[in-house]
C-alpha cells in the first residue's frame, strides 16, 4: 500500500512514532489494545500509509511517557503531515529532520546530490566529517555522536541492494584545504575509489564559468520506487523538505544543467587523480 501523503513531515511522523514504541520496547500489539486500535491500523500509521489525527499521535505519546519538547515537536509534525513543503528551522526540529535524512535515504532508490563548496556527506571520509566539526566548534562528545550517525548514513551506498547515487560536485570543493592537505589527499582518494562502484557516479562541475544557478547552494533530491521525489536543502539553522512539484522540478532543472556542465565521469577522475597530488 502507497502513503496516504508522502509529504516528508507525514513520513518523518510515522518514523518518530515507530522510534518511540521501539526505543522503550513496547510491542505493536500491546501497545494498539491500549489505544483502543486494530494492530494493523497503528502498523499502518508507523509506515506512513495512513495519516493519525493528532489526537490519535497525543493518545500515543501519552500511553509512551514522550513529554515536553520532544511530545511537541512530535505534534507538531501530526499538525502538518499534510503539508506539501516542511521547514525545519529550529535547535528543537534537529532531531526530527535527521530521522528524516534516515528515512530519505534508507528508502530511496535513487539521490542526486550538488555540493558546491563541500564533499557531499554520503561520501566524505571520518578525518574529513572531523575536520568539519572542529571548526565548527561542535562539543567533542556531540561531534563523536554526529560522525556515527553520518557514517551509518553511508551504509545505503553498500547494502545489498545500494542507492544509487549521483554525485555532482563542485571543483571548488575539492580546492578547499578541509583539515590540511593529508585529510584532503585521502578524501580525493576516497571520492576516486567510490566512484568505482556500479551505483556511485561522481562528477566535477568546473569552476571559473561564470553564473549558474547550481551557485545558489546545495541541494539533495530523493527518489523513490512508489511515491514523487522530496528535494532537501540545507542552511545555516534551517533545512527544507520540499515535496511540492513545482520545487521538486525547478531543483530537477538546476541538476540537469549541471550534469551538462559537469565534466564525464573519466574526465572526473582524471581530475580527482591530478588532485590527489
Not at 10 to 22: I, K, N, V
Not at 47 to 60: F, H, N
Not at 198 to 215: E, F, K, Q, T
Request: charged share 25%; net charge neutral.
Amino acid at each position: 500500500m502507497k502513503p496516504t501523503s508522502s509529504s516528508p513531515a507525514a513520513r518523518t511522523l510515522a518514523a518518530a512514532l515507530r522510534e518511540e514504541r521501539e526505543a522503550r520496547k513496547v510491542g505493536l500489539r500491546r501497545l494498539a489494545d491500549r489505544l483502543g486500535v486494530l494492530p494493523q491500523v497503528l502498523s499502518l500509521w508507523e509506515k506512513g500509509q495512513r495519516l493519525p489525527s493528532v489526537e490519535d499521535v497525543s493518545a500515543i505519546l501519552a500511553l509512551l511517557g514522550v513529554t515536553g519538547e520532544k511530545r511537541d515537536r512530535i505534534r507538531t509534525l501530526a499538525r502538518h503531515a499534510r503539508e506539501p513543503n516542511w521547514l525545519a528551522s529550529s535547535n528543537a526540529d534537529i532531531s526530527h529532520a535527521l530521522t528524516a535524512l534516515l528515512t530519505f535515504e534508507g528508502t530511496a532508490t535513487t539521490i542526486t546530490t550538488w555540493s558546491p563548496l563541500l564533499i557531499p556527506g554520503l561520501l566524505q571520509t571520518p578525518d574529513y566529517i572531523r575536520a568539519i566539526m572542529n571548526a565548527s566548534s561542535v562539543p567533542v562528545e556531540e561531534a563523536d555522536k554526529r560522525l556515527r550517525i553520518r557514517l551509518k548514513r553511508q551504509e545505503v551506498l553498500a547494502r545489498p541492494e545500494p542507492v544509487r547515487l549521483s554525485a555532482l560536485i563542485g571543483e571548488r570543493a575539492l580546492q578547499e584545504p578541509i583539515g590540511g592537505a593529508d585529510i584532503m589527499s585521502d578524501q580525493v582518494d576516497h571520492l576516486l575509489a567510490m566512484g568505482r562502484r556500479n551505483n556511485i557516479s561522481v562528477r566535477i562541475v568546473p569552476a571559473g564559468n561564470g553564473y549558474h544557478a547550481g551557485l545558489l547552494g546545495p541541494f539533495e533530491i530523493y527518489d523513490f520506487a512508489d511515491t514523487p521525489p522530496i528535494t532537501f536543502v540545507e542552511h545555516v539553522q534551517s533545512s527544507a523538505f520540499l515535496h511540492e512539484g513545482t520545487q521538486t522540478v525547478a531543483h530537477q532543472r538546476v541538476a540537469k544543467m549541471l550534469g551538462e556542465r559537469a565534466l564525464s565521469e573519466a574526465a572526473s577522475r582524471d581530475l580527482l587523480e591530478e588532485a590527489a597530488h
